[in-house]
Nanobody
Framework: QVQLVESGGGMVQPGGSLRLSCSAS????????MSWVRQGPGKAPEWVGY????????DYGDSVKGRFTISRDNAVNALYLQMNNLKPEDAGHYYC??????????WGQGTQVTVSS
């Protein structure tokens, strides 16, 4: 079955960086668009961005444009989220998911990101 396992979360100071990873199995990874979604405390889930199946095209939510970068390595079934210039409002649980914004499918269990001084 589809399995998505996120890692790389932790605590970072405002202005710092983190790189999240998502290891995928149970499906043909290179045949799926992939997204990152986050949920802050007391907030609704927010789509962060996506990358197309070949890795040539990305799109991001307005709140992270210019600071976050999504990439993937289809050879090792891995998805990444590089987060720079982190702000307190970026704190939350980060999930990788199959699909793009309009057709999100399976989600992982997520990894926690805390941004605090």
């Amino acid at each position: 079955q589809v399995q998505l396992v996120e890692s790389g979360g932790g605590m970072v100071q405002p202005g710092g960086s983190l790189r999240l990873s998502c290891s995928a199995s149970g499906f043909i990874f290179g045949h799926k668009d992939m997204s990152w979604v986050r949920q802050g405390p007391g907030k609704a889930p927010e789509w962060v961005g996506y990358i197309n199946m070949g890795g040539q095209y990305t799109d991001y939510g307005d709140s992270v444009k210019g600071r976050f970068t999504i990439s993937r390595d289809n050879a090792v079934n891995a998805l990444y989220l590089q987060m720079n210039n982190l702000k307190p409002e970026d704190a939350g649980h980060y999930y990788c998911a199959t699909g793009a914004l309009s057709d999100l499918g399976n989600w992982g269990q997520g990894t926690q990101v805390t941004v605090s001084s």
